[in-house]
């Protein structure tokens, strides 16, 4: 997501940072001046403000207060990948086997089903 924003009108100094408030979570942004690109979840709600920074003569930083916060939501996206599946069990002769699946650290919205693929050992 693109976040961009109108600089404050008197910034009582030279602006040396902006801090993006997300989901009540400050960020520093590492920029100056608009715009900036935040990274995102998918099917995620977000509430986002932003503030301004100045540095004061002693060197504190000083910042002013956020702005309006805007609110939208992700659309659905494509998950990030699982984590390896973990063997629990597996028959003597190794017809059968069952495996542990643990979602995505990332699912980026509601997982419907998983698509596991094997090859045999040593196969070409």
């Given at each position: 997501?693109?976040?961009?924003?109108?600089?404050?009108?008197?910034?009582?100094?030279?602006?040396?940072?902006?801090?993006?408030?997300?989901?009540?979570?400050?960020?520093?942004?590492?920029?100056?001046?608009?715009?900036?690109?935040?990274?995102?979840?998918?099917?995620?709600?977000?509430?986002?403000?932003?503030?301004?920074?100045?540095?004061?003569?002693?060197?504190?930083?000083?910042?002013?207060?956020l702005s309006a916060p805007v609110s939208f939501r992700t659309p659905i996206?494509?998950?990030?990948?699982?984590?390896?599946?973990?063997?629990?069990?597996?028959?003597?002769?190794?017809?059968?086997?069952?495996?542990?699946?643990?979602?995505?650290?990332?699912?980026?919205?509601?997982?419907?089903?998983?698509?596991?693929?094997?090859?045999?050992?040593?196969?070409?």
């Amino acid at each position: 997501v693109t976040l961009n924003w109108i600089p404050p009108a008197t910034p009582n100094g030279v602006i040396t940072k902006y801090i993006a408030n997300v989901n009540n979570e400050p960020k520093a942004i590492q920029v100056t001046a608009p715009p900036f690109n935040l990274s995102v979840d998918g099917d995620t709600s977000y509430n986002i403000s932003i503030q301004a920074c100045t540095t004061n003569r002693l060197g504190e930083t000083e910042c002013g207060p956020l702005s309006a916060p805007v609110s939208f939501r992700t659309p659905i996206g494509a998950p990030g990948a699982p984590a390896i599946p973990m063997k629990e069990s597996a028959t003597a002769d190794g017809s059968s086997i069952v495996l542990k699946l643990t979602a995505p650290a990332h699912p980026n919205g509601p997982i419907h089903q998983y698509v596991v693929v094997y090859h045999p050992e040593n196969s070409t």
